[in-house]
């Protein structure tokens, strides 16, 4: 029987694509390839451990993703918070929310320019 095996891609809309892809780049390192998206290779994205794809469908009375007013927030696995918040805090952007060390790692969450919410999430190991 076929089964989804992951998310293979992220497609959304912005209002100014070189601004919003200049500030990915700055902001959060993610240096468009020559077709313009970014390319994340399985084996990095595996060999951080306990790293997974989270694919979540929250109520209408969730409060989460706000202060957003999309639907929807992007969640990125990073190898190293404190060194991203840092690199975000050269480029004037700062965390709307820290959350204390848990389980599953560490998160925060920025904005970026058009009001979409990212939660920044450094993975601890899974001990399962």
């Known amino acids: 029987m076929a089964k989804v095996l992951g998310i ?26 020559e077709w313009g998206g970014i390319w994340f290779p399985a084996t990095e994205f595996a060999a951080q451990p306990g790293a997974g794809t989270v694919f979540n469908a929250m109520g209408p009375d969730t409060t989460y993703i706000e202060p957003s007013t999309r639907d929807f927030m992007f969640n990125l696995v990073v190898d190293d918070l ?32 058009e009001g979409r919410k990212i939660e920044l999430w450094e993975p601890k190991p899974f001990k399962g």
């Open 82 to 113: 404190d060194a991203m918040l840092a690199r975000a805090k050269q480029h004037g952007v700062e965390p709307i929310k820290l959350f204390p060390e848990e389980a599953n790692g560490r998160f925060a969450h920025i904005m970026d320019p």
């Open 8 to 33: 293979g891609g992220l497609f959304f809309r912005t209002q100014n694509l070189e601004a919003t892809r200049q500030w990915y780049a700055q902001v959060l390192g993610l240096e468009p390839t």
